[in-house]
């Protein structure tokens, strides 16, 4: 593994925010959690969206806000969990996460800080903010599961 932990990027559009998630998604191992932090329209839905490219369509990715959790794609799969109206970790059990989890699938969650301490200890945290009209600073945190090399596989044109 690299020891190299993180890295901080700016998108510019919606258009790089997805692609920024194809790039992440062609480089997860089978099995990675990503957690997902940030404010309400910060860019998670249209990381996730890229990142479902490998998977589906990306027109049929939308946060699962209402359903809690979406699965795209054929095995090995892509869930994409959205925790925004679990009141805490206590919540997410009922979800089988733990099934989730151990699918051997990509598990995207928004939301993730509802999680607590549920998340796995090797995973992606990436934190989405505002940086001004349709641009977003992303840091992206590595905690075990990306290889050597990985910042540069990300770093966009």
């Known amino acids: ?81 959205d925790l925004y109206r679990l009141g805490g970790p206590e919540e997410l059990a009922d979800l089988g996460y733990e099934e989730i989890f151990d699918a051997g699938a990509v598990c995207v969650i928004e939301w993730a800080e509802r999680a607590g301490a549920l998340l796995p200890q090797h995973r992606i945290d990436i934190h989405l903010e505002h940086a001004g009209g349709d641009r977003r600073r992303i840091r992206i945190d590595n905690a075990g599961l990306l290889e050597n090399g990985w910042p540069a596989r990300l770093r966009l044109p």
């Open 1 to 81: 593994m690299n020891a190299t932990r993180t890295l901080e990027l700016e998108t510019r559009s919606p258009a790089e925010t997805e692609a920024l998630g194809l790039a992440l998604a062609r480089i997860l191992p089978k099995g990675s959690v990503v957690a997902l932090y940030g404010d309400l329209a910060t860019g998670k839905t249209c990381l996730v969206r890229g990142m479902a490219l490998l998977h589906t369509d990306s027109r049929s990715v939308h946060s699962p806000t209402f359903t809690l959790v979406n699965e795209y794609g054929p095995g090995p799969a892509l869930y994409h969990l």
